[in-house]
């Protein structure tokens, strides 16, 4: 088992930044965030692995910046110029194997 905990959500005008953390018990292979508006599915919004490979979506590249601290099991997302669109709940996963683990969410709202 892998227990996740987030922090950093909040509220922001549009343009500005947020940066979120998640502390996860042990380390893992990759760990990532995912967010979730409402009336849509989860997506994937960015991940890194332990290598320090990273992968973002396309709609967040150039203003998301996600990295690890592999001392720490922790992962952040520097968030930017962001934008109404990306309000959303925010999840962090972590992958071991073929299993998904995830936290409790923290939502990040954009006002325009």
């Known amino acids: 088992q892998v227990q996740l905990v987030e922090s950093g959500g909040g509220l922001v005008q549009a343009g500005g930044s947020l940066r979120l953390s998640c502390v996860a018990s042990?380390?893992?292979?990759?760990m990532g965030w995912y967010r979730q508006a409402p009336g849509k599915q989860r997506e994937l919004v960015a991940i890194?692995?332990?290598?320090?490979?990273?992968n973002y979506a396309d709609s967040v590249k150039g203003r998301f910046t996600i990295s690890r601290d592999n001392a720490k099991n922790t992962v952040y997302l520097q968030m930017n110029s962001l934008k109404p669109e990306d309000t959303a709940v925010y999840y962090c996963?972590?992958?071991?194997?073929?299993?998904?683990?995830w936290g409790q969410g923290t939502q990040v709202n954009v006002s325009s």
């Open positions: 890194v692995y332990r290598t320090g490979t990273t």
């Open positions: 996963n972590s992958k071991q194997g073929l299993v998904d683990y």
């Open positions: 042990r380390s893992t292979y990759a």
